[in-house]
């Protein structure tokens, strides 16, 4: 299988150099010439995730170098579990929260750094990864990419913009992992990054990025669109809608190749929060990216979603979407009544897939993906429902470790 550019003037190229390229040289995003279907009579069961993962993802790594490493590196990667939570028989929740940072970002993120760390090997290279963030996505990378061979990270972030226990999981590493803690806004720590990339006296440190447009970050996410709607398929019969918490779109990109290739889905939708892009695009017909809004689902607050040049590019996708805006006072209704109803917790981002879920009233299968635990928004939710909540053991562990940064002034020479 070739991954070409959206943009189309880049040459074509295996998985293996899409990941390690991160973004086209026409500065294009990879996608793949062909989406595959599968026969899913040979599918191994939903249970047994890396023989899932390695059924789903085979066809993409057809001819790489990495082809016969795949199914290993499945099973390094997807260590944790993904149960289907259920409300009743056609309602059910995806927990993508119960790897290391406690949020879905830890299925690509961990994908990415075997991938890579096996790559480096291969060709006898280093790299330095540099990731800007506003929470939490450097806590996933930092999390994957700690102690592999042959990398380094250096994570940026807001100094006193962060939530206490994100700045606590961006700095609790050694090792090959560096964090600065920036003064300046998430935009300083992204623009130094640019400039970072561009600086050609830097060329020597082979620097890369790990953000949510990398092909490696965004294949693994097709698997757990098939497990839950398998499940969900054996379970009632029927096709599931999957409504995903909508920020970049790469979840939801990643649902529509799982749908593509012949998932049980029956249709994708998007919640998103104040940030309205999508749904206003969806209205109009005319695309128009703008800065973000700050919102309780801080981590799908962007204006201008880096993947959409993807869907842009699969134009059949657009014409099967539908994408709803969630305000800030309804993510606090719908914490409160999806407790009050179910008892069960839903973190800030997950509140806005419940809410839609309930505008629609389906009367199918449902599955709103869960994209965090609540316990990393316990400032939020627990004012709420009014009570404690518990913080699962692999998140607790990175609580309670050192902390480890330097507080830089926003300057990207300060990084090396
Ligand atoms: C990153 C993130 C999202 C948004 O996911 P996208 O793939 O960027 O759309 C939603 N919820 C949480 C908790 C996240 O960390």
Redesign the pocket.
């Known amino acids: 299988m070739k991954f070409i550019s959206t943009r189309k003037s880049s040459p074509s190229v295996s998985a293996s150099v899409a990941i390690i390229n991160g973004l086209a040289p026409d500065g294009g995003l990879y996608v793949p010439e062909s989406i595959p279907s599968l026969n899913l009579n040979n599918a191994p069961s939903y249970n047994d995730y890396p023989a899932l993962a390695h059924f789903v993802l085979s066809p993409y790594f057809e001819g790489d170098v990495l082809e016969k490493d795949l199914y290993d590196i499945c099973k390094e990667a997807f260590t944790f579990p993904i149960p289907l939570h259920y409300h009743n028989k056609n309602e059910a929740v995806l927990e993508l929260f119960h790897g290391p940072t406690a949020?879905?970002?830890d299925f690509g993120a961990r994908f990415l750094a075997i991938v890579m760390e096996r790559l480096l090997t291969i060709s006898k290279n280093t790299l330095t990864i540099l990731v800007a963030t506003s929470g939490?996505t450097g806590g996933a990378v930092a999390a994957a990419f700690h102690k592999r061979q042959n990398i380094e990270v250096k994570v940026l972030f807001p100094k006193g913009r962060v939530s206490a226990r994100q700045e606590r999981q961006l700095t609790c590493y050694e090792e090959n992992i560096t964090s600065f803690a920036v003064d300046g806004s998430f935009d300083d720590c992204q623009k130094m990054v640019k400039e970072a990339f561009m600086d050609s006296a830097l060329s020597h440190h082979h620097l890369t990025s790990a953000n949510?447009i990398n092909l490696g970050r965004l294949l693994p996410q097709m698997v757990y669109a098939f497990s839950s709607s398998l499940e969900m398929f054996e379970k009632t019969g029927e096709k599931s809608t999957l409504i995903i918490?909508?920020?970049?779109?790469?979840?939801?990109c990643a649902s529509f190749y799982a749908k593509e290739m012949g998932a049980p889905i029956k249709e994708i939708i998007l919640s998103v929060n104040n940030n309205t892009t999508i749904v206003d695009y969806l209205k109009s017909g005319t695309y128009s990216g703008r800065a973000s809004i700050a919102t309780l689902a801080n981590?799908?607050d962007v204006g201008d979603p880096s993947n959409m040049e993807r869907l842009f590019h699969h134009s059949s996708f657009l014409h099967n979407m539908k994408a709803f805006s969630v305000s800030d006072e309804e993510i606090k209704r719908s914490i409160k009544e999806v407790y009050e109803k179910h008892s069960y917790i839903v973190?800030p981002?997950t509140a806005t897939g419940e809410k839609v879920r309930k505008e629609l009233h389906l009367n199918s299968p449902t599955i709103v993906y869960a994209?965090?635990h609540p316990a990393k928004f316990e400032t939020i939710v627990e004012p709420i429902i009014q009570k404690k909540i518990e913080i699962p053991p692999l998140l607790n562990e990175l609580l309670e470790k050192e902390q480890h940064f330097t507080s830089i002034t926003a300057d990207y020479h300060l990084l090396f």
């Open positions: 949020a879905f970002k939490d949510s918490p909508s920020g970049n779109v790469g979840n939801s981590a799908m973190c981002h994209t965090a």
